[in-house]
């Protein structure tokens, strides 16, 4: 089973949330965690470079469109990387660039 790790920053970012939002989330995570399939408007899953896999959880509620960033390091930890209010279609480059260098923080 993969063993959840938020990293610090997340924590902050996740904190903004709303409480119904973060229980989605929650909901979404544990589901995946425990190998149920997903829906691609609850996860999308994109390579961020050629050897990192981002794990993108979806929620949209009445404030909006909200996202949680994580990886799998090691083949068991899920690492929640970052989390936002999502304002854009697209993933905007300095949201890329704090999801690289939260990766390359916590590898180091």
Known sequence: MLRIIPLKQFKVDFDDFPLSTRENFFS????FVIGEKLD????KVFNID???????????????????????????ELVLIYA????????????IKIIKSRIKRYLS
């Open 40 to 43: 691609k408007n609850s996860l």
């Open 84 to 95: 936002f209010h999502k304002k854009s279609q697209e993933l905007k480059d300095k949201d």
């Open 50 to 76: 050629k050897s990192t896999k981002i794990f993108e959880f979806r929620t949209k509620d009445k404030f909006g469109n909200w996202r949680v960033m994580s990886t799998i390091i090691k083949g068991n």
């Open 28 to 31: 979404l995570i544990r589901k």
